[in-house]
């Protein structure tokens, strides 16, 4: 019975193995500099690291899927929280592994107020430690969360070499990170990041009266 088993048992030591390298060596910690990095946003634009960070208080929420159930209710609460974040000096920018295309339909489907990022091969995520697992697919829905289909009939979908994890960074005026949650509610995140943003600003305003 053992004899049987040993080979199942190998195949699950190589998967961990083989899944254990999609993550980086090094995470990035409370106090750590962010890395620059340079991708292509939701307009198929250029999107350097150097024209944001350093100009104001960065959110950066790395995500799994565009369209997703829980992803779409993080990014409209992300959505609704924009012009108090903004007014905070603080900026939000949405990242997954999705592509361009799948990242310009979800901003219009949702009708996002702040940059996504697409970071289709990882690289980023590599850059700030945010585990990784390969592959995945962007199932394209309306606003009404009801399936957008093609001539065909069949439903429209943006496939993806990478998905990445829930990790959600804060990057200072200064280029390194504040916070950093690797637990992230896509429900209450937003909140939460509220908070954290009204609370710098507070402490911020107190520095300077010293």
């Not at 939701?42 to 960065?58: C, F, P």
Request: one cysteine or more.
């Amino acid at each position: 019975m053992l004899r049987k088993f040993l080979p199942a048992i190998g195949l699950g030591m190589v998967l961990l193995s083989v899944t254990s390298l999609t993550a980086s060596a090094q995470t990035l910690k409370v106090g750590d500099v962010v890395p620059k990095f340079e991708v292509t946003d939701d307009q198929g634009e250029a999107w350097n690291s150097d024209d944001h960070i350093g100009k104001r208080v960065v959110i950066l929420y790395f995500y799994p899927s565009d369209f997703a159930f829980c992803c779409t209710r993080q990014a409209e609460r992300y959505r609704d929280a924009q012009p108090e974040l903004a007014k905070l000096n603080a900026e939000i920018i949405g990242i997954s592994c999705d592509c361009q295309e799948s990242h310009a339909a979800f901003k219009a489907a949702h009708r996002l107020n702040f940059a996504l990022l697409a970071d289709s091969d990882g690289g980023v995520a590599r850059q700030f430690g945010v585990p990784l697992r390969r592959g995945g697919k962007a199932m394209v829905h309306d606003a009404a969360g009801q399936a957008v289909t093609d001539a065909q009939g069949d439903i429209q979908q943006f496939s993806r070499d990478w998905t990445a994890a829930r990790w959600t960074f804060v990057i200072g005026t200064d280029g390194r990170v504040l916070h950093r949650d690797t637990t992230v509610s896509p429900v209450s995140d937003s909140k939460k990041m509220l908070e954290f943003a009204r609370n710098l600003a507070i402490s911020q305003i107190c520095f300077r009266s010293r």
